[in-house]
């Protein structure tokens, strides 16, 4: 019993206790992680992963996952980027960005509940073709002439930046949804055991395409906001993004197995990303060790979630 209580708090509160940990000994290494200045930069640098984390919590809690969230955000970024340099329609360019990543989300639901491919294949072939997809339509160049849309990458409100805001707008809002609501009820029940979900009278397949593409259309929106932060459609930034989310969501305690998880988790675990990325970067460490540390991080909270589990089966 007590060590059911043990991993319960776990649970609950051990990556808080890691985010407070991790923070004192950032700020003890280096004097210059203290500076508000530091401080936001890390907030407006989560901003994007966070995003597509909030749509790749929603797929894991469910028992799905999707490894072309990187991809898909680029496309968006690049397709908005165009659009808004073609027609000075930031209205249009926004609508742009996000349709690609709903139409995309809704194929990787489809090819998953009508052909009955794995989660990982579909989603590893959605990769391929919108890498292909991007190359055609930038000619590997970057896209400019974006400038009218700054202030949605660069821009504050009372001292707040833009990207952080939508961030917090759209953690609020993945959170309420998957909480107090029956769709969210369904990712769950889902995630926990899809036969249970499909005798109790949840339409699985309905539910999971959904799923991908509210997953989508976050990802979209996430290119969006990356093009705004970059001032152009870089057909070369985006992809390996959605490691850093999935890094993200199960750092912050979302099983890998379905059923457990939250998008507060998976904000508290972006924040612990962008923390140690940001304390190698003042310690001028490479990246190829920066990718050797969120390997180990996965790893690791993999295996703890396993260990969890197991325990409380023992039980």
Request: glycine share 12%; proline share 2%.
């Amino acid at each position: 019993m007590k060590k059911l209580k043990a991993d319960e708090l776990y649970r609950k509160y051990g990556i808080v206790l890691i985010l407070i940990i991790l923070f004192v000994a950032s700020a003890m290494i280096n004097s210059n992680f203290l500076k508000p200045q530091n401080l936001i930069n890390i907030l407006k640098q989560i901003s994007v992963v966070t995003i597509i984390a909030c749509g790749e919590t929603m797929l894991i809690v469910s028992g799905m996952i999707d490894l072309s969230a990187g991809l898909l955000c680029t496309t968006s970024m690049c397709f908005a980027a165009g659009v808004l340099a073609a027609t000075h329609n930031i209205p249009l360019a926004v609508f742009t960005g996000i349709t690609i990543g709903v139409v995309c989300g809704w194929v990787n639901g489809f090819m998953i509940t009508h052909f009955k491919l794995q989660p990982f294949i579909a989603t590893l072939a959605m990769t391929n073709v919108l890498k292909g997809v991007v190359q055609l339509y930038t000619n590997g160049q970057s896209i400019g002439g974006v400038e009218q849309i700054r202030f949605l990458g660069q821009g504050s409100i009372i001292g707040i930046p833009v990207p952080v805001i939508i961030m917090i707008v759209v953690v609020f809002i993945i959170a309420v949804l998957m909480k107090n609501t029956k769709f969210g009820t369904c990712i769950y029940a889902i995630g926990g055991s899809e036969k249970t979900a499909i005798a109790s009278g949840i339409n699985v397949n309905r539910k999971k395409r959904l799923i991908f593409t509210l997953s989508g259309a976050l990802t979209g929106l996430a290119g969006v906001v990356l093009m705004a932060r970059l001032m152009a459609g870089m057909p070369s930034v985006g992809e390996g993004y959605e490691f850093d989310a999935i890094t993200a969501v199960i750092v912050g305690g979302t099983s890998f197995l379905g059923g457990i998880g939250t998008v507060t988790g998976a904000f508290i675990g972006s924040i612990i990303v962008g923390l140690i990325n940001n304390i190698l970067n003042l310690l001028h460490v490479s990246t190829q060790y920066q990718l050797i540390v969120k390997g180990v991080l996965i790893a690791g909270a993999v295996i703890i979630d396993i260990k969890t589990k197991e325990n409380k089966k023992s039980r």
